[in-house]
């Protein structure tokens, strides 16, 4: 059961996801290993696959690197719920491929540790943990089809054929 890993803070920037110092390639797994390190040295050392990142406002903010979503991607983490996202990062996750949901309290209303299923299409969080659900607003239909392809260039593909 994926768990919940709580970053009770806002404006954590692509330089804290991954440090521009590992910005020398772009091979999600090399990446990941240095996933978030600059806020939590232990993160990829706790974290399991398909464990989702909960944290406060503007998650993402900072240089428009896709190599922030990639290292997450490489870290196998399912999803991050943040209450808000910068822009660019928002929708690098979509045309990467990667899951992200906006929650108002997303950090008051999952703890840390908490075990929690995702419905991204019907926009409800299962939180085992807490023994409630919680509902968001699903990205619309047309991004989930971009993440469920794999990416915008894997859905280009597919939409050639």
Not at 64 to 83: D, L, M, N
Request: proline share 4%.
């Amino acid at each position: 059961m994926p768990k919940a890993h709580v970053y009770k803070r806002d404006h954590i920037n692509t330089d804290e996801i991954i440090p521009a110092r590992y910005l020398n390639t772009d091979d999600a797994v090399v990446l990941a290993k240095h996933c978030m390190e600059d806020i939590d040295e232990g993160f990829m050392k706790k974290i399991s696959a398909g464990d989702i990142i909960v944290a406060g406002d503007d998650f993402g903010c900072g240089s428009s690197r896709e190599h922030a979503v990639w290292s997450i991607q490489g870290a196998k983490i399912g999803a991050v719920i943040a209450q808000s996202y910068a822009r660019i990062f928002y929708r690098n996750c979509i045309n990467c491929g990667f899951y992200v949901i906006e929650l108002p309290n997303a950090p008051q209303v999952i703890n840390d540790g908490d075990e929690i299923e995702i419905d991204y299409k019907a926009g409800e969080i299962n939180n085992k943990t807490q023994k409630k659900k919680i509902s968001f607003e699903p990205l619309p239909d047309f991004a989930l089809e971009i993440i469920n392809d794999g990416g915008l260039l894997e859905h280009i593909k597919k939409k050639v054929k």
